[in-house]
């Protein structure tokens, strides 16, 4: 009888799996609501204004020289070449489509019409500009796409300048720091009205959320406020409505 030879044993090769956890970095998100600086060119910048040609030429050094003469801006690049360290941020004015009906708050509100060639959408935007020492602005922008919308707003809220008086109004504080605002104002936007209180240094901005991002950009620090409404677009621009009254009261 012929011996039928043992075949070797496969050798187990025993591979060790290395898993790799990826890990998501959340703080290096960005932002889509701020907008990045841009360099502004002072020397390509031919201005068209006789304004404009005073501040390309030095004869105005300051944004509040221009401000405190109520003389009108007609050119973006004046507030680009006086406030370099100006910061803008796009508003949550939108609502996106959700599951279950629900949703989040975008910074784009789309609105679409309907014709015989199908629905034809359209983007706002709205922009706040500020150097958080007293200078805000606001914008609002309509186009067919996001990005011309976003440049009509920048470029409005530019040109939408005020100076805000600041101090300290309240009873419980006392100082005389610039954390808060001198008195009581209240500003008015169709249905909404919004009441803006001083409040005592360490109170922090007890606001609606978009409303904190326009009073962060204007230096304030403390402040109460009392809403009557929700209609969020109305609701910003009653807050700013609120802080152009500062300046206007003695």
Known sequence: MVEKK??????????????QTTKRDFSKKRDASKIERKEFDKNSWQPRTEL????????????EEILDAGISIKEAEIFD???????AI????????????????TIWKQTQKKTKEGNKPNFAALVVVGNRN????????????TVPAREKAIRHAKLNIIKIKRGC??????????HSIPFKVSGKCGSVRMDLIPAAKG???????????LLELTGIKDIYAKLIGKTKINLILSCFDALRKLSNMK
Not at 52 to 63: R, W
Not at 93 to 102: A, E, R
Not at 169 to 178: A, F, N, R
């Open 169 to 178: 109004g309240s009873w419980e504080c006392g100082c005389k720091d610039l």
């Open 203 to 213: 109170t922090g901005l007890c606001v609606e959320e978009e409303c904190r991002k």
């Open 52 to 63: 404009g040609k005073k501040v390309k030429d030095g004869e105005i050094k300051t944004i």
């Open 134 to 145: 007293g200078i805000i602005g606001i914008g609002h922008g309509k186009a067919k796409e």
């Open 6 to 19: 043992k075949l070797p044993e496969k050798e187990e090769v025993k591979l060790d799996v290395v898993k």
């Open 90 to 105: 796009l508003m949550k004015i939108g609502q996106s489509k959700g599951k279950f009906g629900g949703g989040k708050r």
């Open 81 to 87: 070449c006086l406030v370099p360290n100006a910061e």
